[in-house]
């Protein structure tokens, strides 16, 4: 058994980690701001969870929360391209002066190792298929740029101060509990819920844009596999998580709709700015090295993921929802 941190814990990918680790018997701590996580992802667990609302930038609540701590799992950020477009300070504020003091809390504490949520934005209009985690970064958002400086934080942390840590490259993370109440939300958390009020989502560009869609399961895996892999394989090192396939904004519209039984037409507007057109992960590196594998798979996660949404909106307990 060991002791984790869980940055950003009542967020969907780290309140998704939280329920795995606690399954498993794990000590499990957590600190979030609240600004974009919401306690309820976390209401099954909370008495099995050690819960602190704080900023990231609050440098000695942070030092505190660092204290015998095995792993941190670091996911909270302010995330979204679009969001970082219209407003960089504030987005860089959080992503990376709160990643760098949570850096100094880690290394001060001497935490074993720390796991990163990067980004597949950081490849940006690279126009290679699929990414590979050698190629040279071309960000395009103000986010893509923040996510990839703690990357290098993150590295530099190993290589000055011995401080263990591993990125993982996020490829579009979906699954139960995303929030899907603000223009910020993920893709798939959006189009579900607008067309389970009966609103027709608009598509962004002309459909085609791509993305390697990955269901959060396969995300919390990775993390899992990242604390335990031998050093000299993963610290200091990068990897990319995804599926290896990837399916158009048009297709996961069809899918969606599909499922919930809309039959509406799709709306289409300008591309959003600061979009990459198509994204796609060479998960070799990480299959090899970690262990990865993405059992589940783009149908059936979206099939559990809808299935949530609906069954939340059943319940009428839609705080993830509500707009
Ligand atoms: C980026 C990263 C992802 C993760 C995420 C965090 C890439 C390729 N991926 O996701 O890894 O870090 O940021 O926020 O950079 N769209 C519509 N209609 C809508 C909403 C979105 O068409 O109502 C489009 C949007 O323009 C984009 C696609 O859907 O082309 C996916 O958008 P998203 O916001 O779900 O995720 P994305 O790709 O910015």
């Known amino acids: 058994m060991a002791r984790y941190l869980i940055t950003g814990i009542a967020g969907f990918i780290g309140s998704s980690l939280a329920h795995a680790l606690v399954d498993q018997g794990h000590e499990v701590c957590g600190i979030d701001n609240l600004s974009t996580g919401n306690l309820d992802n976390l209401a099954d667990i909370r008495h099995a969870v050690d819960f602190q609302e704080m900023d990231l930038q609050d440098v000695s609540g942070v030092q505190a929360a660092c204290e015998g701590i095995d792993y941190i799992l670091h996911q909270g950020a302010l995330a979204s391209v679009p969001r970082s477009v219209k407003d960089p300070l504030t987005s860089h504020e959080s992503n990376i002066n709160g990643t760098l003091n949570l850096l100094i809390a880690a290394r001060d504490a001497k935490v074993r190792r720390i796991v990163y949520a990067a980004s597949s934005s950081a490849y940006g209009d690279q126009p290679t298929q699929p990414k590979q985690e050698d190629m040279l970064p071309r960000p395009l958002s103000p986010y893509a740029v923040q996510k990839l400086t703690c990357e290098y934080y993150i590295q530099s942390f190993y290589r000055a101060y011995g401080l263990e840590g591993v990125c993982l490259r996020y490829f579009n993370i979906f699954g139960p509990r995303q929030a899907a109440d ?10 579900t ?47 990319n998580i995804g599926t290896g396939k990837s399916h158009t904004l048009n297709e996961v519209y069809a899918a969606i709709a599909g499922q919930l039984g809309f039959t ?32 589940a798979h783009f149908h059936e996660g ?22």
């Not at 603000?182 to 189009?191: D, L």
């Open 193 to 239: 819920f607008k067309m389970m009020a009966g609103e027709t989502p608009t598509i962004f560009g002309d459909g085609l844009t791509s993305r390697d869609f990955n269901y959060v399961d396969n995300a919390v895996s990775a993390n899992l596999l990242a604390c335990l892999a031998p050093s000299d394989v993963a610290t200091g090192r990068v990897f």
């Open 264 to 295: 509406p037409k799709p709306n289409y507007g300008p591309p959003r700015e600061g979009d990459i057109k198509h994204s796609l992960a060479d998960i070799t590196r990480a299959s090899k090295e970690l262990g990865y594998q993405p059992r």
């Open 182 to 191: 603000s223009p910020y939300s993920g893709v798939i958390a959006q189009f």
């Open 302 to 323: 979206l099939k559990k993921t809808v299935a949530w949404y609906l069954e939340e909106k059943e319940k009428n307990q839609t705080p993830v929802l509500k707009r």
